[in-house]
């Protein structure tokens, strides 16, 4: 079993209208972002615990790069990766 971006999470993520430029580390800038709104944090609160990002970087991301299409389909591949863990198969 792989990390985040082994199983392929990150293909689901891009720009969302045409060409915009290239993210620096787009790996660890896609997990900040889906971490961030997906624990429903915020990029504020985010930002004060991690550091060297700023909140308008989180901001930016989500909103040129994540859409809740997108979002859905990270979620699927992360629900398939988990499923494959013998932990998932106990009730």
């Given at each position: 079993?792989?990390?985040?971006y082994?199983?392929?999470?990150?293909?689901?993520?891009?720009?969302?209208?045409?060409?915009?430029?290239?993210?620096?580390?787009?790996?660890?800038?896609?997990?900040?972002?889906?971490?961030?709104?997906?624990?429903?944090?915020?990029?504020?609160?985010?930002?004060r615990?991690?550091?060297?990002?700023?909140?308008?970087?989180?901001?930016?991301?989500?909103?040129?790069?994540?859409?809740?299409?997108?979002?859905?389909?990270?979620?699927?591949?992360?629900?398939?990766?988990?499923?494959?863990?013998?932990?998932?198969?106990?009730?």
């Amino acid at each position: 079993m792989g990390d985040f971006y082994t199983i392929g999470v990150e293909s689901h993520f891009g720009p969302l209208f045409g060409f915009e430029p290239k993210l620096r580390h787009p790996r660890e800038r896609y997990l900040t972002t889906t971490f961030c709104y997906g624990c429903n944090l915020g990029p504020t609160q985010l930002v004060r615990s991690i550091l060297g990002l700023d909140r308008k970087q989180v901001a930016w991301v989500n909103q040129r790069y994540v859409s809740e299409a997108k979002l859905d389909e990270a979620i699927v591949a992360l629900v398939k990766a988990y499923n494959q863990f013998t932990l998932s198969q106990f009730h």
